[in-house]
């Protein structure tokens, strides 16, 4: 319908229902700069306001260099190399630069690749390797020590190799069961760890039962002298707490002992692993064990953005933080063939 049209259609009818459309579109063109965002002017921003690094040697110093193809140039004083916004992040060297933003868009609202590949009219291994591109750059460094009561505790994803085509097994359906009884090596082990302010540890640790070393890598050093550790009586937490001379307070569950006195327990953590299957489960169909710690870093992300007005913006942020995208991106098979050789 032509725009003249519609004004026409608008004015001919009754002012309050004429009001009362303005205002649903108003609150329809919100919903949508909720989820706009500009990759671009975000970076330039960062970069025109002194706030960036030079992203070939770090250094801070650096002056606006001209333009090229419509990119803001830069100049390193230290080097004397040049980049632009795109130099370093998950885009540098990507063709369709002009649909990054809808892109992020898109998988901010968490659509399939197959409604991606669709919308924007790119090929689904583009759309999947975009993901990756940018869930490798979310930055998962954070330092921020867990305080006061902290809930931890692993939960289990069976090991899959969704998307690579295995010899020897039936590919096993969405989530499915495994081919032994008890925990083994086709069981992943997932670290979640939380305090109450929020703050949050996702880590895939091991195949199989956990080990002390597992729980040291994944929270050993986000836990001081103000962490209160609240886990169940795995004999692991106990060891890591003993070591970490921190407060532990084991729960009794073959006693029973869900909560003890009145504010230990580990709830909250249950409740998230709870979550983060089922968004793993029904959002995905289950995941690659390959890629998992990359979906755990976007769920984390997810987490701390909810509140966000925008928050498309908001994650476009967090994918440039830090410029080392490129060096987890290679890293992923690595660190997927060390998890798998871990035994029992
Ligand atoms: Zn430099």
């Given at each position: 319908?032509?725009?003249?049209?519609?004004?026409?259609?608008?004015?001919?009818?009754?002012?309050?229902?004429?009001?009362?459309?303005?205002?649903?579109?108003?609150?329809?063109?919100?919903?949508?700069?909720?989820?706009?965002?500009?990759?671009?002017?975000?970076?330039?921003?960062?970069?025109?306001n002194?706030?960036?690094e030079?992203?070939?040697?770090?250094?801070?110093?650096?002056?606006?260099?001209?333009?090229?193809?419509?990119?803001q140039?830069?100049?390193?004083?230290?080097?004397?190399r040049?980049?632009?916004?795109y130099?370093?992040?998950?885009?540098?060297?990507?063709?369709?630069?002009d649909?990054?933003?809808?892109?992020?868009?898109?998988?901010?609202?968490e659509?399939?690749?197959?409604?991606?590949?669709?919308?924007?009219?790119?090929?689904?291994?583009?759309?999947?390797?975009?993901?990756?591109?940018?869930?490798?750059?979310?930055?998962?460094?954070?330092?921020?020590?867990?305080?006061?009561?902290?809930?931890?505790?692993?939960?289990?994803?069976?090991?899959?190799?969704?998307?690579?085509?295995?010899?020897?097994?039936?590919?096993?359906?969405?989530?499915?069961?495994?081919?032994?009884?008890?925990?083994?090596?086709?069981?992943?082990?997932?670290i979640?760890?939380?305090?109450?302010?929020?703050?949050?540890?996702?880590?895939?640790?091991t195949?199989?039962?956990?080990?002390?070393?597992?729980?040291?890598?994944?929270?050993?050093?986000?836990?001081?002298?103000?962490t209160?550790l609240?886990?169940?009586?795995?004999?692991?937490?106990?060891?890591?707490?003993?070591?970490?001379?921190?407060?532990?307070?084991?729960?009794?569950?073959?006693l029973?002992?869900?909560?003890?006195?009145?504010?230990?327990?580990?709830?909250?953590?249950?409740s998230?692993?709870?979550?983060?299957?089922?968004?793993?489960?029904?959002?995905?169909?289950?995941?690659?064990?390959?890629?998992l710690?990359q979906?755990?870093?976007w769920?984390?992300?997810?987490?701390?953005?909810?509140?966000?007005?925008y928050i498309?913006?908001?994650?476009?942020?967090?994918t440039?933080?830090?410029?080392?995208?490129?060096?987890?991106?290679?890293?992923?098979?690595?660190?997927y063939?060390?998890?798998?050789?871990?035994?029992?």
């Amino acid at each position: 319908m032509k725009l003249s049209k519609i004004k026409s259609y608008l004015l001919d009818l009754p002012v309050t229902e004429r009001n009362s459309i303005i205002s649903e579109i108003v609150k329809l063109s919100e919903v949508r700069t909720d989820i706009v965002c500009n990759f671009q002017k975000i970076r330039r921003d960062v970069l025109n306001n002194k706030q960036g690094e030079c992203p070939h040697c770090q250094h801070t110093k650096y002056v606006k260099f001209g333009f090229k193809s419509g990119s803001q140039r830069y100049k390193c004083k230290s080097c004397n190399r040049s980049f632009t916004e795109y130099t370093g992040t998950w885009i540098a060297g990507l063709h369709h630069k002009d649909k990054i933003d809808d892109y992020l868009n898109l998988m901010v609202q968490e659509k399939s690749l197959d409604k991606i590949k669709v919308v924007l009219e790119i090929n689904k291994k583009t759309a999947f390797d975009w993901r990756h591109k940018i869930l490798s750059s979310i930055s998962d460094i954070d330092d921020d020590e867990f305080t006061g009561i902290t809930e931890s505790d692993e939960t289990f994803f069976l090991h899959s190799s969704k998307g690579i085509k295995v010899k020897n097994r039936n590919p096993r359906k969405r989530g499915g069961s495994s081919s032994k009884r008890g925990i083994n090596k086709e069981h992943i082990a997932v670290i979640v760890t939380q305090d109450r302010k929020k703050n949050l540890d996702l880590s895939v640790a091991t195949c199989g039962r956990l080990k002390k070393i597992n729980i040291e890598k994944a929270i050993g050093n986000k836990i001081s002298d103000h962490t209160i550790l609240c886990t169940d009586g795995h004999v692991s937490y106990k060891g890591f707490a003993i070591d970490n001379k921190v407060e532990h307070h084991p729960l009794r569950s073959d006693l029973k002992q869900f909560v003890k006195n009145e504010v230990y327990h580990i709830q909250h953590v249950n409740s998230t692993h709870r979550r983060l299957k089922k968004w793993i489960d029904y959002k995905f169909w289950g995941v690659s064990t390959k890629y998992l710690q990359q979906y755990l870093n976007w769920y984390k992300l997810k987490e701390t953005l909810k509140d966000k007005k925008y928050i498309a913006k908001s994650f476009a942020e967090k994918t440039i933080e830090n410029l080392s995208y490129n060096f987890k991106y290679k890293n992923i098979e690595i660190e997927y063939q060390i998890l798998i050789s871990t035994q029992l």
